[in-house]
C-alpha cells in the first residue's frame, strides 16, 4: 500500500530539516544562508506588488515570505504558485535566447517551494521546483519535477543524520562481487578510486581513504541543490538532488537523480535527450546523449556518453568516450574508447589509451562458481573485433588481440604484442613488437591524438600518452631476459638434448644466439611458459627479430631522454654531463596510478605517510600527484640512463664525446626509420588491391580517404623528423 500523508497545507515549504536534526540555535535556512553567495539584498513586497502579483493570477500561502530585491518587477510573473520562503532577484523586461530557445525574463505556470532565486532568470512550465538556489540568466523551461531532500548528497558516498549505513552509495569497481568498492566523492581521480580499489589488504590505507572522504562532507542535513549562472535546462521530466555547476546545458533527460554535474564557462558540461541517470558524478566538459543510462557512477572531466551507452559501477576517466555498449563494475583510466553496441566490458581495469571494438567481450564468471572474475591490462590496451576473453586475464601495454575466442586465462608479459589463435593446429601465438613492426601509424596517431584530445584544463594528474615510458620501457627489459630464456631452451631441446635445461643455462644459450643474430632461432619453435593456464602451445614468433627491435627501442628511450635532460638544464658541454652520467642508478619500478605513473619506491613511502598521518585528507593526496608531476621528467632521465647501462654494462662510465655523438647520431637514424615505418605502414593502405577495389580511380578514393601525399599526420612526423635531427645536431656542436 502505498503511504501517503496528509498534512495542513500552512506547512508546505516549511520543516524543511525535521527539528530532531536543527542544531541548537538554528533555524531551518541556515544552510541555505551559507549556500546563497549571490550578494541579492532582499526585501519585502510592497501592497502594489502584491497586487500585480494577485492580478497575474499568482499566489502564495504568505506574501511576507515572498523576498525579492529592488529591481524586481511583478508584471513578469504570473500563474505561479509560492510556498515557504522564495526570494527572487532582479527580474527585467529582456528575453533570453539560448540555442534558438527564446523566453522571456520571469516566472511563469510554476509551483516554487522554498527557492532562492537569481538575477534575471527564466522559470517556465516548471510544475515543482523545491528547495533550489539557482543562479543569474538561468533557464528552467517545460520541466516536471525539480527539487531536493533534506538529505540530499549530490552522488557523494556520504551518510546523513540519522541515517543508516546501508544508505550509503558505494561503487563497486573492478570486481562484481564488491570486494573492491569504494566510496565515491565530487573531485575523486583516477588515480584515487585505483589505489582505493586495489590495497585491499591494507586495512589502515582503506579505513584513512573512508576517513578523507567522510571529511569532505559533514552530516548536516538541509542543504539545497544548487543550479549555477547561466545553466539552461528544458523539457526534462525529473531532477532530483542534483548540485549542477555554471553554464551547464540539460535537455530532454528522464531522470536526473542525486548527482553533482561539474560545469563552468571554459568547460561546459551537456545532457541531452532520454537519458537516466542515478548516483553519479560528472566532471567538467562532460557529454552525454540520446538514451544513456547510468548508475552508480563518476565520469571524469571531458568524457562522453552517448547513443544508449550503459555505465554502471563503473569510473570512466577523463578524456574517454563510450557509446552504444555496456560498461559494468569497471575502472578506466583516462583516454578509453568504445563505439559500439555489441561491445561489453565488466570487472576490468584498464590502465589507459584503451579501443574496445566491435563484438568485443570482456566479461567475467567465467571461471568459477561466483562472478568474482577480474582483467587487468596495461595502458594501449586493443581487443579487437568479436574478442571473448576469460577472467582472470592480464595483459602488458599495448597489446592487441585479434579476432576470436579465448577459451583460457591469459597473462601476456610481453609489450607491444599481437596476440591471436591458430585454431589449425590448437594453439596461442604471441607477436612482441607487433605495434612497431607492422602498425606504426595507428601507435604514433595514437599518441598524438591522445594528447590533442587532452582538453583538461586543471591537469590535476599527469597523463602519460608517450608509448616509450617507464612501464613499457620495463615491460621490455623483461621481455628481453624471457626471449632469452625462451629461444635458449628451445634451442638445448632441440640441439643438445642431452644438456640440463636449467634457467641460467637456457638464458645463456639463449643470450649468445639472439646477440649474434644466429639464423637459427627462426628455425625454432620458441615456446612461452605460463602465459596462458593451458596444456597448449603458447608461440613466440619473430623473436629474431623483435629482440635488436627492443634493444633499439631502449637504446632510443634513453637517448631521446639524455636530449631533453641537455635541452632543459645548464649541463651542456662534455665534462660536465660526464660527471651526471657516471653517477651510480639502479633501475627503478614504476606504477601506473590513474594514468600518471610514479616510481614504486616514492609510492611506498606515499603510502607510509597516509599511514602515519603525515597526509590527512585527499587534498594531501592530490598534492603528492602534482609534486611528482614536476618531479616526472627528472625520475625518468634518471630512470633511463639506469636502463641504459643494465643494457649496456659500463657504457656510461667509458663514454666520451666521440661515443657520445654515435649514440646521438643513432637516435637519429632509429627516429628516421620509425618515421619511416609510419610513412610505409598508412601507404599500405592507399597501395593494396582490396582496399583500391572499391574506387574506379585515384581520384575517386583521394576524395573519400583523402590524398595520402597530404596527410596531415604523416606531415607533421616529418616535421617532428627535422626538428629532432635540427636539435641533435645543436647538441653536437656545443659539446
Known sequence: MNIISKNEISSLGYNFIPKEWLPKGKDEYHLRNIQNRSGIKYRHLNAQEIEILVRNQNTSDDWNQLLVSDAFNPDLVRNCKFFGLVRIGKLEPYYLEFHNLRMPVGLYNSTII?????????????????????GNEVMIVNVNELATTNTSKFGNGIIKEGENESVRIWLELCNE???????????????????????????????????????????????YGKIGDRTVIKNCKILKDVWIGTDAYLKGANKIKNLTINSSAEETTQIGEGCELVNGIIGHGCRVFYGVKAVRFIMASHSQLKYGARLINSYLGDNSTISCCEVLNSLIFPSHEQHHNNSFLCASTLLGQSNMAAGATIGSNHNSRSPDGELVAGRGFWPGLCVSLKHNSRFATFNILAKGDYPYELDIPFPFSLVSNDLSKDRLLIMPGYWFLHNLYALA?????????????????????????????????VALDLFKLYTGKAYLQKYERDKKLTDAACKKQGDKLLRSGDVVVDKLE???????????????????????????????????????????????KFTALRKVLKANRVRTEWINVGGQLIRE?????????????????WEGVHNFYADQAKLYEKDKFEHAMATWEELNPGLLESINENS?????????????????????????????????????SKEEMNQVLGSFDENAFIKLQQEEFKQFRTRVKKIISKL
Open 601 to 617: 619506491d616514492v609510492f611506498a613511502r606515499f603510502r607510509k605517510d597516509i599511514h602515519s598521518g603525515k597526509i590527512k585528507d
Open 660 to 696: 657520445l655523438k654515435d649514440i646521438l647520431n643513432e637516435a637519429v637514424e632509429f627516429k628516421a626509420w620509425l618515421g619511416k615505418g609510419i610513412y610505409e605502414s598508412r601507404e599500405k593502405d592507399y597501395t593494396n588491391s582490396f582496399r583500391k577495389m572499391v574506387y574506379d
Open 114 to 134: 522554498s527557492c532562492d532565486l537569481g538575477d534575471n532568470v527564466v522559470i517556465g512550465n516548471t510544475n515543482y521546483l523545491s528547495h533550489y538556489i539557482i
Open 445 to 477: 596517431r595514437n599518441e598524438w591524438k591522445y594528447s590533442q584530445r587532452d582538453q583538461r584544463r586543471e591537469k590535476a594528474q599527469l597523463l602519460e600518452y608517450n608509448s616509450l615510458a617507464p612501464d613499457s620501457i620495463n615491460e621490455i627489459v
Open 526 to 572: 620458441v615456446l612461452c611458459e605460463g602465459a596462458e593456464n593451458s596444456d597448449r602451445k603458447v608461440v613466440l614468433l619473430k623473436v629474431s627479430a623483435c629482440y635488436p627491435l627492443f634493444v633499439k627501442i631502449l637504446n632510443y628511450y634513453a637517448a631521446t631522454q639524455l636530449i631533453q635532460f641537455m635541452e632543459r638544464s645548464e649541463v651542456q
Open 177 to 223: 562481487n564488491g570486494g573492491r568498492k569504494v566510496i565515491p566523492f565530487n573531485g575523486m581521480l583516477p588515480g584515487d578510486a585505483w589505489m582505493w580499489s586495489k590495497f585491499r589488504d591494507d586495512e589502515r590505507l582503506m579505513e584513512k581513504f573512508k576517513t578523507f572522504t567522510e571529511k569532505k562532507f559533514d552530516q548536516l542535513r538541509g542543504y
